[in-house]
């Protein structure tokens, strides 16, 4: 199905792309998802650092009301322009705050002009919804995810199943790919009522079309119980910590 074309303004985006109301500076380490059915790297998910390495918090923790749509768009190109330059070949997953995001259409721009200038594949590009994240209006986070996913980019819902699990959203705009929180995968191998959860969620999401994506996966025994449910999208300690400005290569259980 060819991708409707965008149209768009790329006047404010070189302003957006400086990072004007940030005054602070990141980079991304980068984690791989592995499609362990195809044994090879399905997308590596940028991940916010410190510029000599610090912890997410570091950064994320300098967010607020002021800076939020600065930082939110300063993201995008970055975690773009750095995708580009390692030669990225596989998708690039890109979280995103939705009480960033004011409009669908517009905020999405920067990515747009990001992509363009960096030469990066569009229909390459995943935005991962933090699910953390307070949204005081659901409807307003399904807009962006239907807005998006009708520009052909990929949605993925993070950290399903830690705290309020969106459920709503499953019903109004299910996503591409659901992540697993890594709390319902610790030791899910000994666990029944765990194994049950995600038994559920598996059923859930092969009704609605969507991948389930395994996140924080550390030992054989969690990913072997996950493969022999049926489970081809890994990603963890187990297969790569994540590279301070690289893409590691994943180790790949047999």
């Given at each position: 199905m060819e991708k409707p074309a965008v149209l768009f303004d790329e006047s404010h985006c070189e302003q957006c792309a400086c990072g004007e109301g940030l005054d602070f500076s990141f980079t991304f380490a980068f984690q791989p998802i592995v499609d362990v059915s195809k044994r090879?790297?399905?997308?590596?998910?940028?991940?916010?650092?410190?510029?000599?390495?610090?912890?997410?918090?570091?950064?994320?923790?300098?967010?607020?009301?002021?800076?939020?749509?600065?930082?939110?768009?300063?993201?995008?190109?970055?975690?773009?322009k750095l995708a580009a330059k390692l030669g990225m070949q596989t998708s690039l997953s890109i979280?995103?705050?939705?009480?960033?995001?004011?409009?669908?259409?517009?905020?999405?721009?920067?990515?747009?002009?990001?992509?363009?200038?960096?030469?990066?594949?569009t229909s390459k590009i995943i935005f991962e919804?933090?699910?953390?994240?307070?949204?005081?209006?659901?409807?307003?986070?399904?807009?962006?995810?239907?807005?998006?996913?009708?520009?052909?980019?990929?949605?993925?819902?993070?950290?399903f199943g830690a705290g309020y699990s969106r459920y709503n959203l499953m019903i109004a705009s299910p996503p591409d790919l659901l992540k697993l929180d890594m709390a319902l995968i610790r030791d899910i191998e000994t666990i029944?009522?765990?194994?049950?959860?995600v038994a559920g969620i598996i059923t859930m999401m092969d009704q609605l079309g969507g991948r389930?994506?395994?996140?924080?996966?550390?030992?054989?025994?969690?990913?072997?119980?996950?493969?022999?449910?049926?489970?081809?999208?890994?990603?963890?300690?187990?297969?790569?910590?994540?590279?301070?400005?690289?893409?590691?290569?994943?180790?790949?259980?047999?």
């Amino acid at each position: 199905m060819e991708k409707p074309a965008v149209l768009f303004d790329e006047s404010h985006c070189e302003q957006c792309a400086c990072g004007e109301g940030l005054d602070f500076s990141f980079t991304f380490a980068f984690q791989p998802i592995v499609d362990v059915s195809k044994r090879e790297v399905y997308a590596y998910e940028a991940l916010i650092r410190g510029p000599g390495g610090e912890s997410a918090w570091s950064v994320l923790s300098k967010i607020n009301d002021r800076n939020r749509y600065a930082f939110d768009q300063v993201c995008r190109v970055k975690a773009v322009k750095l995708a580009a330059k390692l030669g990225m070949q596989t998708s690039l997953s890109i979280n995103f705050l939705p009480n960033a995001v004011y409009k669908a259409e517009y905020c999405i721009r920067t990515t747009l002009a990001a992509a363009k200038t960096y030469n990066f594949d569009t229909s390459k590009i995943i935005f991962e919804l933090i699910e953390g994240e307070d949204l005081s209006e659901p409807d307003h986070l399904v807009n962006i995810i239907n807005t998006y996913r009708e520009m052909g980019f990929k949605v993925a819902v993070d950290d399903f199943g830690a705290g309020y699990s969106r459920y709503n959203l499953m019903i109004a705009s299910p996503p591409d790919l659901l992540k697993l929180d890594m709390a319902l995968i610790r030791d899910i191998e000994t666990i029944p009522n765990k194994q049950a959860v995600v038994a559920g969620i598996i059923t859930m999401m092969d009704q609605l079309g969507g991948r389930i994506l395994a996140e924080g996966v550390e030992t054989e025994a969690e990913y072997y119980w996950l493969r022999k449910q049926g489970i081809e999208l890994f990603q963890g300690y187990l297969l790569a910590r994540p590279g301070f400005e690289c893409l590691p290569e994943p180790y790949i259980p047999e």
